[in-house]
């Protein structure tokens, strides 16, 4: 039972696996297809198996461990429900409602999914210990680095989740050394140390666009500073990335001109990608697109939609009225909830309603974020309202829009081999650069640089004025008027409530907004806001939902890692 406590395996890229012999060794033939650890020691070797640790990024058949975090980050945060019928993929009913045990299967998913990253990312410095004597000094040193950036992604992620979770080096005995291992180590420090490794010997670009750079080891380092509240590590190192930064394949960080585009195949690996996980579509596995996103395309949308399965990821209410904006700017004041504010229609009007399209001004990163009855969906049809929607009661009337595939990309960046068309070979993106630009004036924020965060805030809402939305008959879809702050800000809070409300917009239903509520220290009172909203309008789905402090913040450890480590090694977190 010892080796399998964790319940994780040193995998290999396709497959192939490393096979052990015995004295007995003259007997056994090697299985076709599998490289034995000699052939592993080569530089091709060592990519293979540094190229499996970064196929587990995107969680493959463990779609709960990808980095998307459409259930840990955008569900809990408020940002999207479950939708659906009450009964399917209940495991995340409790989660949404954050009433859930430890026994809640999904909670395994995360952990197996990530701890076998780590698995895969381990085994790729093992074998650089005995690499071939043909493998320079500088080959090791850039595959130990993005080895190391990829273990300190995965235990980001785990940390996020759990807080204290075993932390497992690499001359760790997976048969006989689990048992010695417990969740008694602050792993934050853990993971600053790996990415600032990862930071000081990656190189500035990479033959390959897929694997990570200095750059984007610096911006994954400086959002974890973020979260450490070091702002004025992160300050310094954002100030470098923002003038210096370029991509892995030598682009000059930037903002994507048009929002939409970030979205699109064709465009992948753009200015603003800092970090993606690679998809492609048409490659016989389905784990080489996003697999995760099977679920949450529109319901039974026929040969006029996409996906045609299954609504698991609706956007909520009151992110739908987020975007009401007044003189161009947002509601602040969180007014947004309020019956004159509410966006049209958002009561969870039926087909049989005639459309009244919203009167007011709105932000127009709504309409590239959520599918609204009425409004174009992509290049495929208006969105049609309760045709496309599971079940209206529980979820409400809207649908995800970002990382769904346009008609225009069917057959290009959407694979058609599995039981659903909604597997996309569209990147995703981990982190991007609006994301960072945020993150920085945040730090300025905390650090009382008021007019250095305001200067980058604007320069996201700038972006969002550009939109090239579908029109409808030659008309607007919709009023959409985006403002920048002209007011110089001199108020802390002020600003601070700006910034945050700008990464809701701009970074809505990317898994962001749980996380970023939790370091505000703030989750209680928007999400308890939410439900007070949400819950009135879906009763059956998110009724009585309330936010416990000192629990909610994370995850209870999957019960059955428990029951397997010892609760003396594998200490549950509190309030489970």
């Known amino acids: 039972m010892k080796r399998f406590k964790f319940q994780i395996a040193a995998t290999l890229a396709a497959g192939l696996m490393l096979f052990a012999t015995s004295c007995d060794d003259f007997l056994e033939v090697p299985v076709v297809g599998q490289l034995s650890e000699a052939q592993l020691r080569s530089l091709d070797g060592l990519n293979a198996a540094l190229i499996a640790a970064y196929s587990q990024v995107n969680g493959r058949n463990q779609r709960l461990a990808s980095p998307s975090n459409w259930v840990w980050g955008s569900i809990r ?3 999207a429900n479950k939708g659906t019928d009450p009964g399917d993929f209940n495991t995340i009913n409790p989660i949404q409602r954050f009433d859930t045990d430890p026994t809640v299967s999904i909670l395994e998913e995360n952990w197996n999914g990530l701890y076998e990253g780590i698995a895969r990312s381990n085994n790729v410095l093992r074998l650089l210990d005995s690499r071939d004597a043909g493998v320079t000094d ?14 300190g992604h995965y235990y980001f992620q785990l940390w996020r989740n759990f807080n204290k979770v075993p ?3 690499k001359d760790i005995d997976y048969g006989a050394g689990l048992e010695d291992l417990a969740n008694d180590q602050d792993v934050l420090p853990y993971i600053i140390r790996e990415f600032t490794f990862a930071a000081d010997n990656l190189p500035p670009t990479q033959p390959q666009v897929g694997r990570v750079n200095s750059w984007a080891a610096k911006s994954y380092l400086a959002k974890t500073l973020m979260y450490a509240k070091d702002f004025a590590g992160a300050k310094q190192l954002f100030d470098d990335i923002i003038v210096n930064g370029v991509t892995s394949n030598g682009l000059k960080y930037g903002l994507v001109p048009y929002y939409e585009d970030m979205f699109r195949g064709a465009n992948d690996n753009h200015q603003e990608s800092i970090w993606a996980y690679q998809s492609a579509a048409g490659t016989g596995s389905v784990n080489n697109a996003n697999p995760e996103f099977d679920l949450n395309f529109p319901y039974n949308t026929g040969p006029n939609g996409p ?5 698991f990821f609706q956007p ?3 992110f739908v009225n987020s975007f009401r904006t007044t003189n161009g700017l947002p509601l602040l004041d969180n007014s947004f909830n309020q019956p004159a504010n509410r966006v049209a229609n958002d009561q969870g009007v039926t087909s049989a309603e005639a459309h009244t399209p919203d009167q007011g001004t709105l932000d127009p990163r709504l309409d590239h974020t959520v599918g609204r009855r009425g409004i174009p969906y992509l290049d495929w049809i208006d969105h049609p309202g309760e045709a496309w929607i599971r079940n209206q009661p529980n979820g409400g009337p809207f649908s995800p829009k970002k990382y769904v595939y346009k008609r225009s990309e069917q057959g290009s960046f959407q694979d058609n081999s599995s039981w659903t068309p909604g597997y996309t070979g569209i990147n995703f993106m981990i982190i991007r650069f609006a994301d960072v630009l945020l993150m920085a004036a945040e730090a300025e924020v905390e650090l009382g640089n008021l007019e250095k965060a305001r200067e980058y805030t604007n320069l996201v809402r700038e972006r969002a004025q550009n939109s090239d939305l579908v029109r409808d008959n030659g008309n607007s879809a919709a009023n959409y008027e985006v403002s920048l702050y002209n007011t110089p800000w001199t108020d802390a809070n002020l600003a601070r409530d700006a910034v945050r409300f700008e990464r809701k917009l701009e970074l809505g239903m990317e898994g962001h907004r749980f996380y970023d509520l939790v370091r505000w220290g703030i989750a209680k009172q928007e999400l308890d806001r939410y439900f007070a909203h949400d819950g009135q309008l879906l009763q059956a789905a998110l009724g009585g939902s309330s936010f416990t402090p000192g629990r909610d913040e994370l995850l209870p450890l999957p019960q059955n890692q428990v029951d397997l480590m010892g609760s003396d090694k594998l200490v549950q977190n509190p309030g489970y």
Do not use: T, V, Y
């Open 138 to 151: 500088a080959q090791a040193l850039d595959i130990e680095a993005q080895a190391r950036f990829l273990k």
């Open 77 to 79: 945060g408020g940002d």
């Open 307 to 311: 996906g045609n399965c299954c609504g």
């Open 316 to 318: 909520s209410f009151s």
């Open 167 to 169: 932390i497992i080096e």
